[in-house]
């Protein structure tokens, strides 16, 4: 008679296995790791069903990094994925703290971990020049939107790192600006925001990316918004902030 309960209570069960709020759980194998910048790890996942993952350029997904307890939920934006092979790579900042860190020092091929989404609003819109700010958190999607923009649209970056050494090498049509803090220690601070204030947006119609450190990208758009920038052209997204563990910031 409890025959249909049954069922539902393992079909519920199945259903949170593949789904976490009705996004997709991706189950990922880690099949390489290489530094690629002094603060800069990739990890290369295959994953059995990676050929159906649909995403768009500048999205992320929320890993489920083991902690001993349970897990910890941490936002990390897609780099690459090749649908054909099952693959994914996602570039991870080597910051010092947190429980990446640990996690990323031990991680070996052969290891799980479940990625969540795709999700997030910053990715590419129409337009005829593009403004994107970040810090390296933010490479891996600023890099991701460039690889997708278009060859009549104009690019523009603005991405702060510590020194040159940590510069990500791109192929791209869009002109990059490293910005240096020399040591100082990431957070707030008015790198990207003094550098966009010297430049003169171009005639037409402009989208501008503002992603990074949250205070940092606060500043930015409120001060976009004073130079008459529209509103619904801005996509603007704490990454992190100091004292912030895990999740992201609406701006
Ligand atoms: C949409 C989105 C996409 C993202 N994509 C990426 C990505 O592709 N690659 C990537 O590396 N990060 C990315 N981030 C940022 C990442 O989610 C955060 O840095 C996160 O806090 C990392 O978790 P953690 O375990 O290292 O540190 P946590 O446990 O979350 O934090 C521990 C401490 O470290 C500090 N901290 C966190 N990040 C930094 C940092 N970058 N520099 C200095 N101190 C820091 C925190 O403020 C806190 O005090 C993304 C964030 C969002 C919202």
Do not use: C, T, V, W
């Given at each position: 008679?409890?025959?249909?309960?049954?069922?539902?209570?393992?079909?519920?069960?199945?259903?949170?296995f593949i789904?976490?709020?009705g996004r997709r759980a991706w189950p990922l194998t880690v099949i390489a790791k290489r530094q690629i910048a002094p603060r800069m790890l990739r990890v290369e996942f295959s994953g059995?069903?990676?050929d159906e993952l649909i995403w768009t350029p500048g999205q992320d997904v929320v890993l489920e990094i083991p902690n001993g307890d349970g897990v910890s939920r941490r936002h990390y934006t897609i780099r690459l994925h090749d649908s054909a092979a099952k693959t994914m790579a996602i570039d991870f900042v080597l910051h010092g703290e947190g429980v990446s860190g640990p996690w990323l020092a031990a991680l070996k091929p052969g290891d799980f971990v479940t990625a969540v989404g795709p999700r997030g609003h910053t990715?590419?819109?129409?337009?005829?020049w593009h403004l994107f700010t970040g810090d390296e958190t933010c490479i891996p999607g600023i890099f991701a939107m460039l690889g997708s923009l278009p060859h009549n649209a104009q690019g523009f970056a603005f991405i702060e790192v510590d020194s040159d050494a940590d510069i990500v090498p791109l192929q791209t049509h869009a002109k990059i600006t490293w910005l240096f803090r020399n040591g100082a220690k990431a957070g707030p601070n008015s790198l990207f925001y003094d550098a966009v204030e010297k430049f003169d947006f171009p005639s037409g119609a402009g989208f501008a990316y503002i992603i990074g450190e949250t205070n940092n990208v606060r500043k930015l758009r409120?001060?976009?918004?004073?130079?008459?920038?529209?509103?619904?052209?801005?996509?603007a997204e704490g990454y992190w902030r100091p004292g912030r563990v895990?999740?992201?910031d609406h701006v």
């Open positions: 008679m409890d025959r249909p309960q049954q069922n539902s209570g393992l079909l519920e069960a199945a259903h949170n789904f976490r709020k059995p069903d990676l990715y590419l819109r129409p337009a005829d409120h001060r976009l918004l004073d130079r008459g920038f529209p509103r619904d052209r801005i996509a895990g999740g992201h």
